[in-house]
Structure formats: C-alpha cells, structure tokens
C-alpha cells in the first residue's frame, strides 16, 4: 500500500462520501491524453475530461512546457497596483474570443470566485449608476454557481445549501428549473417544451419592481444538477425581459465556455449576448486553478468615474492573473486555435448523442438528455435508496471497466475529450452498458 493510501484519511474530500471511499480508494497517480494511471499502474479511460475541465486531454505537451518555462522565469507578482505580461495577454486573447462588446476581464482562481465577483460588479454597476436599489438578485432552482456564500445563494441545488440556509444572502430569488421529463424525456438536443418558463422572471419582476432587480444568472446548459438543457427560446426570452427592465443577464459559462458547446462561449451557440459571462474551467484546461469574469464595455466603464488615482473595485484575490496559470491559460489557447479544437467538438456531437440515445430504451434509464459535448443518463431510483444505482455505476465502472464516470445522485454525467476519439467512446459506452445491465 502506498503513502498516498496510508495516510489517506488526513485528507477531508470534497462533494465526496468520505467513509464509503476510504473503505475502497479509488486513487489516481499519473494521466496522459485521456487516461488517467492509478498507483498499481491500472489505465482508466476518462469519460469527464477532468470535471468538465481537460477537454484537450492531460497533460497536453504544449501546456506543460509553458508552465515550466513560465515557472522558472516569473513564478508569482503581486496584481495590486501591479501586474504581469501573461495576465494581459491572456485578457487580451480571451476577450477577443468573447461576443462582441465584451470587452473587458477581472480574473479569478475559480468558478465559485468567477460567480461572486460577477454578482458584486453587477450590484456595484447600478450603484455606480445612481441605482443602487437594485440589489436583487434571480438564479434558477436546480442552478449551480458554486459553493462559495453568493454563488449558493443564487444557485438552487438543494444538498448544498440545507446546512448553510441560515447565512446565505438575502435579497434572492429562484426562478423555476426547466427540467420536465413529463414532456421532454429523450430529447435531443433542445427540448421543445418550457419556453414559458421564462416568464417566471416576468413574474418576479412584477412582485418585486424590476427597477429593484440588479442581475439573473442562470447557466445556458446546466450542469451539475444533470445536464439540463434550456427548451428551445428560453434564453432569448430571458434576454428579452432583462432589457425590458434594466436588469444585467449573467451567463455562468465556467462549464459551457471553450469547446463544450462547439464554440468558444455558448453565448455565440445560442446566439444570446450577455452583460457578464463567468468561466473557468477550460480557461486553462484544469492545469492550473484559474477563472475569469468577462463583462460589457458599458459596466466596466461605469466604475471608471471619480479621482484616476482611487480604486475604481474593492475587489481581487492574491493570485488574480496568476502568472502561471496565465501562461498556462495563453498555450491551452493557442492548442484550442492550432487543433482546431472547436471544430473537432461539433464534429463529435452527433456521434456522441447517438451513443447517448442507445440508452434510452434500457431498463433502468428514465430520461437521456444532451447538448453540445454534455450529456446525461439519468436512472429510476431504487425505492428508499436515492443515489445509490448511481453511486454503484460510478464504483463498477472505475473497478471492472477500468472507466472513470461520474454520477450525481442517479444521473450518470457525460463530459467527452473535446478531441475525443470515436472509437474509445463506443468503447466506454459499450463497458458503460454492461454495467448497467449488471445492476438490480
């Protein structure tokens, strides 16, 4: 048994049930491509792309020479009131990406960090405006923006905020989730139905004045709570009602954006331009902890008001524009431009909801959903015991099939290698079957 092992129970494990996985570790050591290694030098095919982070495979040659080269030359600089060149080139290279008028980036460490600065520009935009009563804010149930106090907040997943409702912020509202298996069990791609969903945020708008409302923030597909894709218009008519009423629309692309969805931002997939867009994630394809808000020209400049020589945002973290992880961020762009990433992430969609939808007559399956490179199978539960065929596919998986999956309560989450090999998923597909064919 290795050190790792031994001394396995020093380490609290995150969104992790702890006892059951120190009975059985599942360890990994060392990954390449899209295989992970474990300690005993067991390969694993990696049906995650990380946690919807590697999408151009692991330890990608370009992005490890980058870090060791930026690492040995400027390991750390202070971002207050200085800065490095690797952070402003990487501003420069992703908002150059970005939709157009989005023009600007504050960098973060994280998704949930990603979330929170976005919510605290948007309520320091209409107060640098004169309207400082909007200081609601609108998520979505089944929303994930993180764990950190604002982004549970708006977010609407229910196991993470229980514990902690007493302190979450106040002044929020949730509109409605868009998942509906009653109508749309098995669609592909958009589902057809739930469009008026939308009209919640109207709702919330009347109840509150929308002149009160600052920001709604809704991911353009959700992930963690299930891949849940918005039905066919919903984000157009998001759009339509936040500019009726002053209100910023943040997009929480920290999954969606890089390749996910085909395209450098889903905003560009959906057609639908935010104010604010949140990533993460596949800013440095998970090599580095990095996140980044993105917001229009007309919010940046607000804050720009008052004597040049004071702090515009009290606001940033010590390792905002990492030097390291912005080297790291600058080459996972450049690979994303020289493979022609994007493209290969289109070219795969089709191919990957066909497997996808093989499930949908399985025994066991009550819904299949996808969109872009994300995709779920989520089962019936087994009377009195929720969660558990889903946490049992995770198990036999890594253990017989030699695949790593992952599974939210009873849904089995799909997040492929945006440069995914055809051949390799039918083949994790195909060991996928099995397992479920093996449950009761």
């Known amino acids: 048994m290795s050190s790792a092992t031994t001394n396995l129970d020093a380490y609290w494990m995150p969104f992790t049930a702890n006892r059951d996985f120190k009975a059985k570790p599942r360890v990994i050591s060392g990954a390449s491509g ?5 300690e005993d030098g067991t390969k694993l095919y990696d049906t995650f792309s990380g946690l919807w982070t590697s999408g151009i495979g692991h330890c990608h040659p370009k992005i490890v020479e980058a870090v060791q080269k930026q690492v040995a030359t400027l390991d750390y600089c202070m971002s207050f009131q200085t800065t490095n060149d690797k952070a402003i080139a990487l501003a420069e290279r992703i908002t150059a990406m970005a939709p157009k008028g989005i023009d600007h980036c504050f960098f973060t460490n994280s998704g949930s960090e990603s979330v929170d600065t976005a919510l605290k520009i948007a309520l320091g935009y209409h107060r640098a405006r004169g309207e400082g009563n909007r200081t609601r804010l609108i998520g979505r149930e089944k929303g994930y ?94 759009r339509e009602i936040c500019d009726q009423h002053g209100i910023l629309l943040i997009f929480d692309e920290v999954i969606a954006a890089f390749g996910r969805l085909g395209h450098a931002f889903g905003a560009e997939r959906f057609g639908v331009t935010p104010d604010i867009i949140t990533t993460a994630k596949g800013l440095t394809n998970g090599v580095i902890p990095m996140g980044a808000v993105l917001v229009r020209d007309s919010i940046y ?37 020289e493979e022609g990433t994007f493209e290969q992430a289109r070219g795969l969609e089709q191919h990957f909801e066909d497997l996808l939808h093989s499930f949908d007559d399985h025994k066991h399956v009550i819904d299949v959903r996808n969109f872009g490179l994300m995709g779920s199978i989520e089962m019936a539960a087994r009377e009195g015991a929720p969660g558990a065929r889903g946490a049992e596919v995770h198990k036999k998986c890594f253990w017989d099939e030699n695949l790593v999956v992952r599974a939210g309560m009873d849904t089995v989450q799909f997040s492929p290698f945006l440069n995914s090999n055809p051949d390799e998923m039918e083949q994790s597909f195909a060991g996928i079957r099995r397992v479920l064919d093996s449950l009761e």
């Open 145 to 238: 923006h993180g764990v950190n106090f604002g982004g549970m907040s708006v977010g609407g997943i229910v196991p993470n905020r229980k514990v902690f409702s007493a302190a979450l912020i106040p002044g929020v509202d949730h509109m409605r989730h868009t998942l509906d298996i009653g109508r749309n069990a098995f669609s592909r791609g958009l589902p057809a139905h739930g469009i008026e969903l939308a009209e919640d945020l109207e709702r919330l708008c009347a109840l509150h004045d929308g002149s009160n409302i600052a920001a709604v923030i809704v991911e353009p597909v959700a992930g963690s709570a299930g891949v849940i894709p918005p039905p066919a218009g919903y984000l157009e008519r998001l």
């Open 301 to 337: 400049e607000a804050f720009m008001q008052g004597p040049e020589h004071m702090i515009e945002l009290f606001h940033g973290y010590t390792y905002s524009g990492h030097p390291v992880a912005a080297a790291a961020g600058l080459a996972t762009m450049d690979v994303y431009k």
């Open 34 to 38: 899209h295989h992970y290694t474990t």
